[in-house]
């Protein structure tokens, strides 16, 4: 590692301004920082320094992350050979096929589903990182920006939103449109007003509907078709809904169940939540407003209930296990660039975010999961909320001031 960081501190000379490289700066500046880091140092006063810069606090987040991508491959992998083995369904062909002979298919052997699911989730993330970190470096090199290494994190959290069977060709479209144009667009890194791995989602669910909902996509076995929960729920007879759902509540906490790769667990949501909030890289504000707002107006409509409607008689607690709340809450709503930045701000965020996901999940019949367009909707709003903050500061203190 030495003699690579000697070499890499021989050529930097060429990528400076004025070098015969410099053009490729960007590309260059991409690489080294990820190996070893910024070569920006404060050295004298009156500078603030401080031990965590960017590429900490990405790769803080990404560590965060973990536990939800061995959960994505986990589940997905017990999902398919669960599936394979209530059905007697013979392995496909081809290397998926071989590997899964090798390894077996008993959804009771972790280390099964571990290496099943990892056969199509890692593909979708390798589409993702190469084609989204592509375009990055062409927009970086074009305007002469560094490389941030904010993407690593879109890269891996566009994948945990996505199902197993997505084709590859549409991971590489919907990255592509949420670099593009809910990133680069406005400037590149901290200046994007959406979440972009959400955007991503957002694309391939309105454009390609097939291949995003429906009973087909949640299991990676061809011609198995499972709803999940919330599906279940939504179109289930008023007041069986918890019959509906068909499995307990600590299975739905764990992520034993059909859903988006990396959303079905709240407990390794929990562990990353943890991470983030005890290293102060997340608003810790915002996840308990969003919380708060969605046990509070669950709450309301269970009490309320309804003849008609199943989702009403779905109790608070279940809310939070289904879907992508807790996933939401946690990695999407607390984007720093794209949420609330007052602290009363963050409060008034997060409580409407938390508040229109369960509207839109329990009242809109559409959508059965209502968090991706909460958290978009409240990327919109969240400059607007920061402004009347902000006016209301100002003219308290006029009135404090005479």
Same mark, same amino acid.
């Given at each position: 590692m030495?003699?690579l ?5 021989? #050529?930097?000379?060429?990528?400076? +301004? $004025?070098?015969s ?9 991409a ?22 810069d ?11 992350? #973990? ?7 986990w589940?997905? /992998?017990?999902q398919?050979?669960s599936?394979l083995?209530?059905?007697?369904i013979?392995?496909p062909?081809?290397w998926?096929?071989? @590997?899964?002979?090798y ?7 972790h ?6 699911g ?13 084609v989204g /970190?592509?375009?990055e ?5 074009v305007? /002469?920006h ?13 994948p945990?939103?996505l199902?197993?069977? @997505? ?6 479209? $919907?990255i592509?449109?949420? #670099? ?6 406005f ?10 791995a959400?955007?991503s989602?957002a694309?391939?669910?309105f ?13 990676a076995?061809?011609?198995y078709?499972?709803?999940?929960p ?9 007041g ?6 068909g499995?307990?509540w ?5 992520g034993?169940? +059909? &859903? ?11 562990? &990353?939540a ?16 969003m919380?708060?707002? $969605?046990i509070g107006?669950?709450?309301a ?8 409607? +199943? ?6 607690h ?7 709340f807790a996933?939401?809450?946690v990695f999407?709503?607390?984007d720093?660039?794209?949420?609330a ?8 965020? &997060? ?18 999961e209502?968090?991706?367009l909460?958290?978009?909707l409240?990327n919109?709003?969240?400059?607007? #909320?920061?402004y ?9 203190r006029?009135?404090?001031? /005479?």
């Amino acid at each position: 590692m030495k003699s690579l960081r000697r070499y890499f501190e021989q #050529i930097a000379p060429k990528f400076a +301004p $004025g070098g015969s490289l410099e053009r490729w700066y960007p590309a260059f500046e991409a690489v080294d920082s990820i190996l070893f880091g910024s070569r920006k140092k404060t050295e004298t006063a009156p500078h603030v320094r401080d031990a965590v810069d960017m590429k900490r606090i990405m790769t803080t987040v990404v560590v965060s992350l #973990i536990p939800c991508v061995i959960m994505a491959m986990w589940n997905t /992998g017990y999902q398919a050979n669960s599936a394979l083995q209530a059905m007697n369904i013979a392995v496909p062909d081809g290397w998926r096929g071989m @590997i899964m002979v090798y390894t077996g298919c008993d959804p009771s052997s972790h280390l099964a589903n571990l290496l099943h699911g990892s056969l199509y989730f890692l593909p979708i993330y390798l589409v993702s990182l190469m084609v989204g /970190g592509i375009w990055e470096m062409i927009f970086n090199i074009v305007r /002469g920006h560094e490389t941030a290494e904010a993407f690593l994190v879109t890269s891996l959290l566009f994948p945990l939103t996505l199902p197993p069977t @997505i084709p590859l060709w549409q991971v590489a479209a $919907g990255i592509t449109f949420g #670099i593009i144009f809910a990133k680069e667009a406005f400037g590149g890194v901290g200046r994007n007003f959406m979440n972009p791995a959400l955007v991503s989602r957002a694309f391939i669910f309105f454009a390609y509907p097939a291949q995003m909902s429906g009973d087909r996509v949640w299991t990676a076995v061809d011609g198995y078709t499972m709803a999940t929960p919330l599906k279940a729920v939504s179109t289930a007879q008023p007041g069986e809904a918890l019959q509906a759902l068909g499995i307990s509540w600590s299975q739905a906490f764990f992520g034993a169940i +059909p &859903g988006s790769m990396g959303e079905t667990s709240t407990l390794a949501c929990l562990l &990353g939540a943890a991470i983030l909030v005890i290293t102060g890289i997340a608003s810790w504000r915002i996840m308990t407003a969003m919380l708060a707002g $969605g046990i509070g107006i669950s709450l309301a409509f269970w009490l309320a209930g309804s003849p008609t409607n +199943p989702m009403f008689s779905l109790p608070p607690h279940w809310h939070l296990v289904l879907g992508g709340f807790a996933f939401g809450l946690v990695f999407m709503a607390t984007d720093p660039v794209s949420a609330a930045n007052t602290r009363t701000g963050q409060w008034v965020y &997060g409580i409407f975010i938390g508040i229109t996901a369960i509207l839109i999940r329990a009242v809109n019949p559409a959508f059965p999961e209502g968090v991706m367009l909460a958290i978009l909707l409240g990327n919109v709003l969240a400059p607007l #909320i920061d402004y009347f903050v902000i006016q209301a500061n100002i003219k308290r203190r006029r009135l404090r001031h /005479g």
